[in-house]
Nanobody
Framework: QVQLVESGGGLVQAGGSLRLSCKAS????????MGWFRQAPGKEREFVAA????????RYADSVKGRFTVSRDNNKNTVYLQMISLKPEDTAVYYC???????????????WGQGTQVTVSS
């Protein structure tokens, strides 16, 4: 059974930083590309970043490019999202999921974790 557990969110001021973690209980974690998504109140869930199974390829939404960095530790079955220069519009619940390809970044697993809340105050 796949389990995704996100953590690391919190309340920060604009310009601040946070590092999110996603622990994935996936038997073949190293086989999967992984992605981060976020959902703001009243909005659809949107793509944020993706990283290939080997960690050498990444892709970012235009809105976070240059401010967010995705990485992974395959020994720990964990993917990270380092966020700097946070803006109020980054406020959302952040989720991780496996994705089909880096280019398309469609989530694979229908069951999502609880997410982690990021709130950026102005």
């Amino acid at each position: 059974q796949v389990q995704l557990v996100e953590s690391g969110g919190g309340l920060v001021q604009a310009g601040g930083s946070l590092r999110l973690s996603c622990k994935a209980s996936i038997p073949t974690f190293t086989s999967y590309h992984m992605g981060w998504f976020r959902q703001a109140p009243g909005k659809e869930r949107e793509f944020v970043a993706a990283i290939s199974w080997h960690g050498t390829s990444t892709r970012y939404a235009d809105s976070v490019k240059g401010r967010f960095t995705v990485s992974r530790d395959n020994n720990k079955n964990t993917v990270y999202l380092q966020m700097i220069s946070l803006k109020p519009e980054d406020t959302a619940v952040y989720y991780c999921n496996a994705v089909d390809t880096i280019a398309a970044s469609n989530p694979i697993f229908g069951s999502w974790g609880q997410g982690t809340q990021v709130t950026v105050s102005s």
